[in-house]
């Protein structure tokens, strides 16, 4: 059993540390790993059921130690639908922090964003998301527990944490719906429109699947989306992995800045 394993290694690395909570990184935030104290890096490679990584901006490491004094799991490296043709390419890993006592999960992603008064550079939290993907990471389960509620996935009292933590630090948190697509091209312009008339804010390509898998192995979820660009259409800035990446590190600081007042809060 893969995930058994992956725990038993885990946990022969770290001690007696109490994992808490869970940290996803998104596309060029892969240096937020940086911000953890006491960090013990575990290779992908070394946890059998943990995905290849193939997409620039991620690394392939999980690293275990605190940040703020709150014992996390970072993740800074997540694999994708579009990479895998497999909506639960993030099971083992999800799965392996639920084993190891967390109780939460921050997925962090960078996205694009469908409403002027959210431009580029700002964070979005997440409220709610609209699956468009067609693809869904519990086809295959077995048993009632797929049937998973996914109301408030996106965990209230973490939402008011977020916007507690914003407010300490004095930064702008808008709040809004992701729409997950599975990639890999950017949207057409008029994907965008139609997102839009469906009640999207921001549009992306991953932590859809993570949410419901968190959600199915009962860990609460908070999502944060890092707005990198304008949507296909909205603006004359051509989209590309480059840019994403390039305005993902342009906003790690303050993206830092923010979890570690999160955590502060939660
Ligand atoms: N669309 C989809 N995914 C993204 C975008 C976008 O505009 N920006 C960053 N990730």
Request: glycine share 10%.
């Amino acid at each position: 059993m893969s995930v058994a394993e992956c725990i038993r290694t885990i946990r022969e690395r770290i001690d007696n540390r109490k994992i808490t909570t869970g940290l996803v990184l998104g596309s060029g935030l892969a240096g937020l790993a940086d911000a953890v104290n006491n960090g013990v890096t575990i290779p992908y490679a070394d946890l059998p059921g943990f995905p290849e990584v193939g997409v620039s901006g991620h690394d392939p490491n999980l690293i275990i130690g605190e940040i703020e004094g709150v014992t996390v799991a970072v993740f800074a490296g997540r694999a994708h639908y579009y990479e895998h043709a497999r909506a639960d390419v993030m099971r083992t890993p999800l799965a392996v922090l639920k084993g190891l006592g967390a109780k939460r999960v921050i997925l962090a992603n960078s996205a694009g964003s469908l409403r002027d008064d959210i431009p580029p550079g700002e964070l979005m939290l997440i409220s709610d998301h609209i699956n468009l993907a067609g693809a869904n990471p519990l086809i295959g389960e077995t048993g009632d527990d797929r049937f998973v509620d996914m109301v408030d996935a996106y965990e209230p009292s973490l939402r008011q944490a977020a916007m507690r933590a914003a407010a300490n630090i004095d930064i702008e948190l808008a709040s809004g719906v992701y729409a997950w697509l599975s990639g890999p091209c950017f949207e057409t312009p008029a994907e965008i429109r139609a997102l839009k008339i469906l009640g999207a804010d921001a549009v992306g390509m991953s932590t859809v699947p993570e949410v419901i898998l968190a959600r199915f192995f009962g860990l609460k979820v908070a999502g944060i989306s890092n707005i990198t660009n304008m949507a296909a259409g909205m603006d004359n800035i051509a989209l590309s992995h480059e840019q994403t990446k390039k305005m993902a590190n342009q906003s790690a600081a303050r993206f830092e800045k923010f979890l570690k007042a999160f955590l502060k809060e939660i």
